[in-house]
T-cell receptor, first 112, second 115 residues
Framework: KQEVTQIPAALSVPEGENLVLNCSFT??????LQWFRQDPGKGLTSLLL?????REQTSGRLNASLDKSSGRSTLYIAASQPGDSATYLC???????????FGTGTRLLVSP | GAVVSQHPSWVICKSGTSVKIECRSL??????MFWYRQFPKQSLMLMAT?????????EQGVEKDKFLINHASLTLSTLTVTSAHPEDSSFYIC???????????FGQGTRLTVV
């Protein structure tokens, strides 16, 4: 059974810092991995999608890497801003059918 | 990107009543949709897979008679929480895969509170 773990569970930093959020999964046989952002009481915003054949994806200040063989992904946030405060979730798709297994989440607080 | 609309965004109901949540794919057809549940301070857990024109597939531990899923068309799936109890209070969210199956699109979620 696929299990997805995220470290740290919570993170509090001052504005401007560069951050690394970690995601690990137990079964390396994944189709793709997605990083999401969830604001309190809200739905999910997709941030980055990495196909299993890819090593990284970038969007603005965000960069996500994938090391499928070791079962790890990292989300790098450059020059963090208070607006980045949210819970960040990673999720893997065991097949190409997009039935996702979510990680435990990292709650990020960026203070001004 | 594709849009998935979920309604209502929040609902409060009395214990023992039933609540229906709708999930629509607005600009694409979805033969499959997924329903997730998120309890406070926990991550999202898959409840069931909704299949257009056939029965839903439920994950282990999810009561199919309590969480009725209907996928009557290629753009609409509904989740009905029957005889709701306070322990059913949760955040429910649906998703639909893109036609290419390369990514999933999520609805806005429904916050259910049973009093």
């Amino acid at each position: 059974k696929q299990e997805v773990t995220q470290i740290p569970a919570a993170l509090s930093v001052p504005e401007g810092e560069n951050l690394v959020l970690n995601c690990s999964f137990t079964d390396s046989a994944i189709y793709n991995l997605q990083w999401f952002r969830q604001d309190p009481g809200k739905g999910l915003t997709s941030l980055l999608l990495i196909q299993s054949s890819q090593r990284e994806q970038t969007s603005g200040r965000l960069n996500a890497s994938l090391d499928k063989s070791s079962g790890r992904s990292t989300l790098y946030i450059a020059a963090s801003q208070p607006g980045d405060s949210a819970t960040y979730l990673c999720a893997v798709s065991p097949t190409g059918f997009q039935k996702l297994v979510f990680g435990t989440g990292t709650r990020l607080l960026v203070s001004p | 990107g594709a849009v998935v609309s979920q309604h209502p965004s929040w609902v409060i109901c009395k214990s023992g009543t039933s609540v229906k949540i709708e999930c629509r794919s607005l600009d694409f057809q979805a033969t499959t949709m997924f329903w997730y549940r998120q309890f406070p301070k926990q991550s999202l857990m898959l409840m069931a897979t909704s299949n257009e024109g056939s029965k839903a597939t439920y994950e282990q531990g999810v009561e199919k008679d309590k969480f009725l899923i209907n996928h009557a068309s290629l753009t609409l799936s509904t989740l009905t929480v029957t005889s709701a109890h306070p322990e059913d209070s949760s955040f429910y969210i649906c998703s639909a895969p893109a036609i290419s199956n390369t990514e999933a699109f999520f609805g806005q979620g429904t916050r259910l509170t049973v009093v």
